[in-house]
């Protein structure tokens, strides 16, 4: 295919452009369409909310199904505990096939995810069937009353999963991760943010970021804090599984969480991975007999490694990572590992929020490009409370810091968590108490 487009370029030098310029009327004129009829649904939408929230009033159980997509974006699970756990809730989990990777890879997280949930006893139901090529209609198997979506993008999952389909019920949507890029219209002014019915937001800045971005002026966002955060902040809980290769709790233990933006995608640049992943295995080596690390890449590295270094070296330089006696992989949930672990570098979005409410020392790997310009301020606050790495010798210091219990932050990041992060109550019981509050007297929003 490349010989046959390079063949078409040297040939036909102009034909590229010509093309270009005969179909962008065509796409610009979609677009425009498309935006119009979202803006009309935005604005329809809340007589359908109307109908739906009437419709319940005095419903003894309502069926809320979960649209699950994969495991790394499933953040919603105290939410569903909680309403397990309630009489007036019987939740449902779906699912849903994700198709931005191609067949096989939807199948793939298809069963992934399947068996995340059925080890959870959740008793998952599969919405596409690969051997009858049949679809779950979630009208008819399912009668949700509400929906609870955790994924906000039109593209990612099939078309009938989508919510301009589901208007008529109540829908809601909680971020997949701490909000923290500087773009803010991908968190807040996508067509799912303007459609649900909830928006439940991380904090006050979060909702005013809301109220100042999205086409609904945030009249749908309701301040609950992160639902994914409570095992960090529950005193009772007790890890599950333990993935650190060496037992000895005296042999340190340090994440370290590249992100996937080795090539930047607009003002996300956040990875430095290239530049310190030999480094980091050469640390690996050098601590073995104080320090075990667990490599815990962004699920998107892989894919962009391949395309850069090839799937051979690629392979090679992961198995790495799996095979030293103080080093392994984790590629899914990631919960017992933050709570098990003594620090954490990394470049990652959503964790610069999240590792704070476990209150260990962690790192940030950073380039050239001013924090303001990728994250927003709310972010950049979390920040203050980090350590930063602009070099290989502020790691190895780092490092040796964690080994000795160094930690100089402590203190300020203490502070910030108690005063800025922590939330009154659980974010999964501040949700279904707006939930069932706004059902039994009949709050459309609370803005």
Same mark, same amino acid.
């Given at each position: 295919m490349s010989r046959i487009k390079e063949y078409i370029k040297n040939r036909f030098p102009g034909l590229r452009k010509v093309l270009i310029a005969a179909v962008t009327p065509y796409f610009r004129f979609k677009s425009i369409q498309k935006k119009k009829k979202d803006e009309a649904l935005i604005d329809s939408v809340v007589a359908m909310q109307v109908k739906a929230l009437g419709g319940l009033k005095g419903k003894p159980v309502i069926r809320c199904v979960f649209f699950a997509t994969e495991i790394a974006d499933w953040k919603c699970d105290s939410v569903y505990l909680a309403m397990r756990n309630h009489p007036r809730f019987d939740p449902q989990v779906l699912v849903c096939p994700i198709i931005n990777g191609g067949r096989e890879y939807m199948l793939e997280k298809l069963e992934e995810t399947m068996a995340f949930f059925n080890d959870k006893g959740y008793h998952p139901? @599969?919405?596409?069937? #690969?051997?009858?090529?049949?679809? +779950? %209609?979630?009208? &008819?198997?399912?009668?949700? %009353?509400?929906?609870?979506? =955790?994924?906000?993008? &039109?593209?990612? +999952?099939?078309?009938? *999963?989508n919510i301009a389909h589901y208007c008529d019920c109540l829908t809601m949507y909680t971020? *997949?991760?701490?909000?923290n890029n500087k773009d803010l219209s991908f968190q807040y002014n996508l067509l799912l943010h303007n459609l649900v019915w909830r928006y439940y937001v991380e904090s006050p800045d979060h909702l005013e970021y809301a109220k100042t971005i999205s086409k609904c002026k945030g009249r749908n966002a309701v301040v609950t804090g992160y639902p994914a955060i409570e095992k *960090?902040? %529950?005193?009772?809980? +007790?890890?599950?599984?333990?993935?650190?290769?060496? @037992?000895?709790? @005296?042999? @340190?233990? +340090?994440?370290? #969480?590249?992100?996937? =933006?080795?090539?930047?995608?607009?003002?996300?640049a956040y990875s430095c991975f290239l530049e310190y992943a030999d480094f980091m295995l050469q640390m690996a080596e050098k601590y073995s007999d104080r320090v075990q690390f667990v490599f815990k890449p962004h699920p998107l590295l892989r894919g962009k490694l391949e395309t850069r270094w090839g799937k051979t070296e690629t392979d090679a330089y992961y198995s790495k990572w799996a095979s030293m006696s103080n080093t392994s992989v984790e590629l899914g949930d990631y919960v017992d590992l933050f709570l098990s672990s003594d620090a954490m570098i990394h470049d990652s979005g959503s964790f610069i929020t999240e590792y704070l409410y476990v209150n260990k020392p962690v790192m940030r790997t950073i380039n050239d490009i001013p924090l303001d310009r990728m994250y927003n301020s709310f972010t950049v606050k979390c920040l203050e409370n980090y350590y930063f790495a602009k070099s290989q010798q502020d790691i190895e210091s780092f490092l040796n810091n964690v080994i000795t219990g160094t930690d100089p932050m402590k203190e300020k990041r203490t502070k910030f968590l108690n005063e800025v992060l922590m939330p009154k109550e659980k974010p999964s019981e501040s949700i279904v108490r707006d939930i069932l509050d706004s059902i039994d007297n009949q709050v459309l929003y609370r803005g």
């Open positions: 139901i @599969k919405s596409y069937h #690969a051997d009858t090529g049949e679809y +779950v %209609d979630v009208r &008819e198997s399912l009668t949700p %009353d509400m929906i609870f979506f =955790t994924s906000p993008y &039109e593209n990612f +999952v099939d078309d009938r *999963y971020p *997949y991760g701490f909000t *960090y902040i %529950d005193k009772s809980y +007790v890890p599950q599984s333990d993935p650190w290769k060496i @037992k000895d709790r @005296k042999i @340190k233990r +340090v994440i370290w #969480a590249p992100h996937h =933006t080795i090539e930047p995608i607009g003002n996300v």
